[in-house]
């Protein structure tokens, strides 16, 4: 199922819990935004969450939907609240506290991409803005609630697998003494967006297909954990962030040798995953 939004992978048979979701994959550049950036087409590229929508494709395999962005990051950020609006870029928009990813310039209509480049020479009216956000960001999250609301009615729970890639550099540094650097980092917001038995079992799927696993550390999760993720209603939200050195190369933003080597062993751990709750005793609406 396609929309401007959103691309969606709907299983045959809807049998797992699982929603995957992959919000900084879309590619779909419009032209228009495209004019109006000083970047060039391939370094706009490098806050995309690369390829990892071809990565969880398998997901619709297992009984679980893939939710896809369609629009890139650097248009519209759909890990970000819409109140998230940077006064450095958007026109009227207000300062609410200090918020360390807008001052950063990524909120959710970024300033910037990777390594603090700006993308616009000058600020948006808000009215850019505010269609943006009604255009993609608010079909893509309504269409993530609904498909959580469908685990929860066929299942008695949900859970959302919100995936995504990080630069190599962002774990090269947490390496101690002869510990390699960590390959995933899964994030629950320290315990407050998912049940530590779900975790446990998504942590043993990676580790099982030999990947060096960590949580929280550098990210713990965003909008997307922190939105969806309710434990005590049985609604779980578990970010995934995948070392993208794994499977691209990083400057060329394309598939490296491993790729199809570690797409295989990743079809293994979608696998594990999807099948969460999928033998147990549906629990009761609360």
Known sequence: MQNAAYHLSAPADRSSCVVFSSPHSGRDYPQDFLRRSVLDRHAIRSSEDAFV???FEPAAEFGAPLLKA?????????????????????????KHGHNPRVASGLGVIP?????????YSGKLPM???QRRINAYWRPYHARLQSLLTESFDA????IVIDCHSMPHEAVAGLARGK????EIVLGDR?????SADVVDRIEAAFAAAGFNV?????????????????????????QVEIDRSLYIDEERILPNANFNTFRTALRSVIEEIAGIGRDEVPLAAE
């Open 214 to 238: 960590t949580r929280n550390t550098p990210f713990a999760g965003a909008y997307v954990t922190q939105t969806y993720g309710r434990p005590s209603r049985h609604q779980h939200a578990v």
């Open 155 to 158: 299942f008695g729970q949900a």
């Open 111 to 119: 300033r910037v991409v990777a390594n603090g480049r700006a993308i």
């Open 190 to 194: 320290f315990g407050a967006a998912a």
């Open 70 to 94: 369609a629009v890139p990051r650097a248009y519209l950020d759909l890990n970000r609240s819409v109140e998230e609006l940077d006064p450095a870029l958007v026109q009227g928009a207000r």
């Open 127 to 129: 009215s850019e803005a």
């Open 179 to 182: 510990t390699s650097c960590p």
């Open 53 to 55: 929508d071809l990565l």
